[in-house]
């Protein structure tokens, strides 16, 4: 069982961390999101795409990812992927976020959900823009 009220560690027993230096809060149990399927945005060696962004997905993200060629929409359960819908939160690349932000199509981000990690790739003050109140 995941514990969705205390911060991620990896697998080393340390603690993750966010974008805005907190500990790292979970992004989705429904659909249960991240790389490693645990609810959260942690990344690790084997994840080529950084799957760090803990976004809320919207109609017109989910449309943009699909012309980018990255289809979120249709269930795929021989992965056991359920397909998204607008509302739904999940871990996205953060190269995708960033891509669908200079397209101006960008999803809200949950910064406390979002991993550090995600700095090496988008600034904190484009996150911030596109932030979702804390719940």
């Known amino acids: ?5 205390r911060p991620a560690t990896s697998g080393r027993g340390l603690e993750e961390r966010n974008v805005l230096g907190g500990p790292l809060a979970a992004c989705s149990r429904e659909p249960l999101t991240g790389f490693f399927r645990d609810g959260c945005c942690r990344t690790g060696a084997d994840d080529a795409g950084m799957h760090t962004v803990c976004a809320v997905m919207t109609k017109d993200f989910l449309e943009f990812t699909v012309q980018a060629g990255n289809d979120l929409v249709t269930p795929r359960p021989e992965w056991g992927f ?9 871990c996205l690349c953060a190269a995708r976020w960033r891509e669908a932000a200079e397209a101006g199509r960008a999803p809200p981000v949950v910064l406390e959900a979002t991993h550090e990690k995600t700095l090496a790739v988008v600034p904190l003050e484009l996150l911030q823009r596109h932030a ?3 719940r």
Do not use: Q, S, T, Y
Not at 1 to 5: L, N, Q, R
Not at 82 to 90: Q, S
């Open 1 to 5: 069982m995941i514990a969705f009220d």
């Open 132 to 134: 979702v109140p804390p």
């Open 82 to 90: 359920p397909g998204l819908v607008a509302g739904d939160r999940w």
